[in-house]
């Protein structure tokens, strides 16, 4: 396998063939250097379920409760299912836990790992009841009172203590000194985010103390996760929590090298990277234009690929069933990245990566991303092409003689063409000896 090996990794110092100039190797987005030694568990594969406990008027208007999608899902992140602190607690010491009962319940059924994101408070616990936030008013404020807090927590750890098994600070904060006009998530400052950490750290180690405590699920800029942990926010974390939106897949190889780099700095190099919320397909993520769907279900699997070579701990699609970027649509009809994406998890699952590289013969021609690795007594190759999404003919390298071909396309059925197989934008799986 020498040959095979130098095709790959040794003719450049980054670890990536670009048979093109010297900057571009350096600065390939697909290079990733091997992890020998680590398998992919099925706990890779996260999700987001939106409709298991559909809303009264959304049962009206034709949504269907979701199905529990067996097999495919390795964990739960409790986002957007109408589980926050206000949906839980609408008025004071009135609780209302029928739905995030049978989300915790069905995930436990299954020995499914639950996350639940804190905070998001309801209006009367608000510091700033009036201010707008993507859920109505209030919910991006701190509480106005931290006592409330630590009884949310309290309740929730309790209720819930043994089944769910992490939980993070708050949803995509973006810490500020003062307000900001238009709010996201959180409009709070960062002494106020540490001290729910810190606060929500100690209630946990009394109630729960089996449950890890993430970052806040931080979006965007790396540097924002950077002030959390030098503020103090390394040593109340047991996971670092970011979400993966990009344009394309370029951005998961180099975001994910970037976060490590800084969880290292802060002393928690050796500690989980979640990637707890990415998918393509929203049209605000495309200038307000819909990505086209090949591309939106092509990225998705190749960012599961990308995420998992380079280190990600696991990856949490969202959604199951979102109407955009899900396996199902909100009325139960499957949509195209459902089949390829178990197709992609049962190459994944008991995989080592073997890094990946990017060859290109030239510079008009077609560059492509090999990703190489180890299952069982198998070699595994899953290659694709970056610029566009019709297939043209691969060669293979002369090392390579697959013993089966899987390709994503639907009803894709590949074959040799002499030493040449066509891919395009969908990944394709190669297997071979050792």
Same mark, same amino acid.
């Given at each position: ?19 093109? @100039? *010297? ?30 406990? +559909? ?11 979701? =199905? ?23 008025? +004071? ?33 608000? $510091? ?14 701190? +509480? ?21 098994? $992490? ?19 959180? %409009? ?28 806040? $699920?931080?979006?965007? &800029? ?10 103090? !926010? ?18 998961? $190889? ?53 995420? =998992? ?5 696991? %990856? ?5 069933? &979102? ?10 009809? =499957?949509?195209?990245?459902?089949? *390829? ?15 990946? @590289?990017? #060859? ?5 021609? *077609? ?21 566009? #999404? ?19 396309? *639907?009803?894709?059925?590949? @074959?040799?063409? !002499? ?16």
């Amino acid at each position: 396998m020498k040959g095979l090996k130098q095709l790959l990794f040794g003719l450049t110092t980054a670890g990536c063939l670009l048979m093109g @100039s *010297p900057a571009d190797a350096q600065s390939d987005p697909y290079a990733i250097a091997p992890r020998p030694g680590h398998r992919i568990s099925r706990d890779f594969f996260g999700m987001h379920l939106h409709s298991l406990v +559909p809303q009264p008027h959304a049962l009206q208007q034709g949504e269907r409760p979701t =199905a529990w999608p067996d097999g495919l899902i390795g964990r739960l992140r409790l986002w957007d299912c109408d589980v926050r602190w206000a949906d839980l607690e609408p008025q +004071p010491e009135h609780w209302q836990f029928a739905r995030m009962d049978r989300y915790v319940q069905a995930a436990y059924q299954r020995g499914v790992p639950v996350v639940y994101p804190l905070g998001s408070p309801p209006a009367w616990a608000s $510091a700033r009841p009036s201010e707008p936030c993507p859920y109505g008013h209030g919910c991006a404020a701190e +509480p106005r009172d931290l006592a409330d807090w630590d009884r949310y927590v309290r309740t929730v750890a309790r209720r819930y203590r043994g089944r769910i098994t $992490a939980y993070e600070v708050w949803n995509e904060p973006h810490p500020s000194a003062q307000p900001p006009a238009r709010p996201g998530f959180y %409009s709070g400052n960062w002494d106020t985010l540490i001290t729910l950490a810190r606060r929500a750290r100690a209630v946990l180690q009394q109630e729960d103390p089996q449950a890890q405590l993430w970052t806040p $699920a931080f979006d965007g &800029n790396p540097d924002v996760l950077d002030d959390y942990l030098r503020r103090g !926010g390394a040593a109340l974390a047991d996971a670092v929590s970011f979400h993966y939106y990009g344009q394309t897949d370029a951005h998961v $190889a180099p975001l994910t090298a970037r976060l490590r780099a800084i969880m290292t700095r802060h002393g928690m190099g050796t500690k989980p990277l979640i990637n707890s919320e990415s998918s393509f397909g929203a049209p605000e993520l495309h200038d307000g234009t819909p990505l086209d769907p090949t591309l939106a279900v092509a990225y998705t699997l190749r960012s599961l690929v990308l995420s =998992a070579w380079s280190g990600v701990t696991a %990856s949490y699609h969202h959604a199951w069933d &979102n109407g955009y970027s899900g396996m199902v649509s909100r009325r139960g009809e =499957a949509r195209p990245l459902m089949t *390829p994406y178990a197709q992609v998890q049962g190459w994944l699952v008991g995989t080592e990566p073997l890094g990946c @590289s990017t #060859t290109r013969t030239s510079a008009a021609a *077609p560059r492509w991303v090999t990703c190489h690795g180890r299952q069982g007594t198998q070699a595994l190759w899953i290659v694709w092409r970056t610029d566009a #999404t019709q297939p043209v003919p691969y060669t293979l390298p002369n090392d390579i003689t697959p013993l089966k071909i899987e390709s994503t396309v *639907p009803d894709a059925r590949p @074959s040799l063409i !002499g030493r040449t197989v066509p891919v395009g934008a969908m990944p394709m799986a190669l297997w071979s000896s050792p």
